[in-house]
């Protein structure tokens, strides 16, 4: 059974990057055509896409936040990160990583975790 | 880029059927897969319907997918309804497979 689990801090202040890892267990990150992605949900509000990486280090990024956005991938430790530069208060949000296969759909998900930006 | 616009909210009544559309604001609505997601509070999404009209394996065939070529919407069909079905849900397609978008969410209420 395939498990994601986000960590990373919660807090973060205002205009300084968010960076968050995604560890990837019970399956090797580097098997399979998978893409893997994140995407996060302000409180109370809905899904935003954030980006995805391929295992050959291809990325695809929502073009509203791609100016900011770097996903990167680490296969030696199973997991892929996500730095998110300039960050202001409409960035705190609950940020999930998630397995997407070349179905097209995101299968497994991690928990999420709060990352709130204020001073 | 395009929209998936969801109603805001739906309510129905135990053991009855609710649609949940999801409708695209350009391009055809099947030119892309679209999924659903359901999303308990305080936990994460879970799929529900894959490629507009699949079912992972342990979700009941209670739910079912489709797409409606004449409205360029996709809907969510829940039978049977039970308490537990209370949850917001998603759609999400893809633009041209390189950028995912999703729906705004449905708050299902179960009363």
């Known amino acids: 059974q395939v498990q994601l689990q986000e960590s990373g801090p919660g807090l973060v202040k205002p205009s300084q990057t968010l960076s968050l890892t995604c560890t990837v267990s019970?399956?090797?990150?580097?098997?399979?055509?998978?893409?893997w992605s994140w995407i996060r949900q302000p409180a109370g509000k809905g899904l935003e896409w954030i980006g995805r990486?391929?295992?050959?280090?291809?990325?695809n990024y929502n073009p509203s936040l791609k100016s900011r956005v770097t996903i990167s991938v680490d296969t030696s430790k199973n997991q892929f990160s996500l730095k998110l530069s300039s960050v202001t208060a409409a960035d705190t949000a609950v940020y999930y990583c998630?397995?997407?296969?070349?179905?097209?759909?995101?299968?497994?998900w991690g928990q999420g975790t709060l990352v709130t930006v204020s001073s | 880029n395009f929209m998936l616009t969801q109603p805001h909210s739906v309510s129905e009544s135990p053991g009855k059927t609710v649609t949940i559309s999801c409708t695209r604001s350009?391009?055809?609505?099947?030119?892309?897969?679209v999924q659903w997601y359901q999303q308990r509070p305080g936990s994460s999404p879970t799929t529900v319907i894959y490629?507009?009209?699949?079912?992972p394996s342990g979700v009941p065939d209670r739910f079912s997918g489709s797409i409606d070529s004449s409205s360029n919407s996709a809907s969510l069909t829940i039978s049977g309804l039970k308490t537990e079905d209370e949850a917001d849900y998603y759609c999400?397609?893809?633009?041209?497979?390189?950028?995912?978008?999703f729906g705004g969410g449905t708050k299902l209420t179960v009363l």
């Open positions: 998630a397995r997407e296969p070349p179905s097209g759909y995101f299968d497994y």
């Open positions: 019970g399956g090797s990150i580097s098997s399979g055509s998978y893409y």
């Open positions: 990486i391929y295992i050959s280090g291809s990325t």
């Open positions: 350009s391009g055809s609505i099947a030119s892309n897969y």
């Open positions: 490629e507009d009209n699949q079912r």
């Open positions: 999400q397609s893809y633009d041209s497979i390189i950028s995912v978008v």
